[in-house]
């Protein structure tokens, strides 16, 4: 829903695994209903022990070269990624460290 083509998908899963290798996506394979191909993955399981604070992600992704574009969405200006979704659900907090799931990554396009 979020991806214009299978490829695009992919490049996401990649990038997440890049960016957040212990939170990395394993692609299972594949699920077919009668009209829809889905794709199955999984990821190692973070139990948050706390809520996580938003100004703490914004410095992290500052600190890793992202800049907040609006909302929770960031753009990396040298590599052209755009990182969307970032809310308390898709980055927990455990031991006082950021998880990151469930991301959103789009190459933009030149």
Do not use: C
Request: aromatic content about 20%.
């Amino acid at each position: 829903m979020f991806y214009l083509s299978w490829i695009d998908y992919f490049h996401s899963l990649l990038l997440h695994n890049y960016y957040f290798p212990d939170t990395a996506y394993t692609l299972i394979g594949f699920y077919e209903t009668a009209s829809t191909l889905y794709a199955v993955v999984e990821q190692p399981f973070v139990q948050s022990d706390s809520l996580t604070n938003l100004a703490d992600v914004r410095m992290f992704m500052e600190a890793n070269g992202f800049r907040l574009k609006k909302n929770n969405d960031y753009y990396h200006f040298e590599t052209g990624l755009i990182l969307e979704d970032l809310h308390e659900g898709n980055v927990l907090t455990q031991n006082g460290i950021l998880y990151f799931v469930d991301t959103v990554f789009y190459l933009k396009q030149k």
